[in-house]
């Protein structure tokens, strides 16, 4: 145990439960706006994560060759900004303002992607998107302020409870867009629709994480 005798609490079973400890929330509601800003992020990026060898393939032909290049490449973008990135800009901006920036980066790398005509573009597109990644330690910072210390592992239990929620909801709703897009009963052809869907989730947690510090949900840190 990490907190003093003194600052812990009694142990109890039934906060263990991931549902339950997503409920217990509640108590802070400005908490809650920023949850559901941050389920959106994750929900939003499986446009990126379950469609981006679907797209390429669909758009620009690519082999599996090409593909694993360009997953290498995300990954050294991504290691790079949470590896190292994220130590110097988050600090000099405030935590408040990376979530911004880094949401309008996701939003506008996505939007880029779902319009992307050219091979060369997807890899230069990845900068904005990658440097979105500015965004999550930063909420998570944020929503770590509004919890008190013995109770710092149950939100983390509850976030990374939500964050599986997504991984089996995000590729559904992602590849399925995809594939209505790109199938004969779509009203138009638009392989990059996920990528968008996914620009107005980033779009749709800045709005909600900024009522939620800002708004009638603005409440006092722990």
Not at 5 to 32: Q, T
Not at 127 to 145: D, H, K, R, S, T
Request: proline share 5%.
């Amino acid at each position: 145990e990490s907190l003093p005798a003194d600052k812990r609490r009694a142990f109890e079973w039934k906060r263990c439960i991931p549902g339950v400890s997503l409920y217990n929330l509640k108590r802070y509601p400005a908490l809650i706006g920023l949850v559901v800003a941050l389920f959106l992020v994750y929900l939003g990026s499986h446009a990126v994560q379950s469609n981006w060898s679907f797209f390429t393939i669909e758009r620009f032909k690519w082999d599996s060759w090409m593909i694993g290049i360009s997953l290498t490449v995300v990954g050294v973008l991504v290691g790079g900004v949470q590896a190292g990135l994220t130590r110097v800009v988050n600090p000099r901006l405030g935590n408040e303002k990376s979530i911004y920036i880094g949401l309008a980066l996701y939003a506008v790398g996505m939007l880029l992607f779902s319009f992307a005509t050219q091979s060369w573009m997807m890899f230069a597109f990845l900068v904005p998107y990658c440097l979105g990644g500015i965004c999550g330690p930063a909420l998570q910072a944020v929503m770590a302020g509004y919890v008190p210390n013995n109770e710092q592992g149950e939100l983390q239990g509850s976030l990374t409870a939500m964050m599986s929620v997504t991984t089996i909801f995000g590729p559904l709703l992602m590849t399925n867009v995809f594939s209505y897009f790109t199938s004969k009963n779509a009203p138009f052809y638009y392989p990059g629709s996920a990528f968008l869907v996914g620009s107005v989730f980033m779009i749709a947690s800045a709005v909600i994480a900024y009522y939620a510090l800002h708004g009638k949900l603005k409440m006092e840190k722990a």
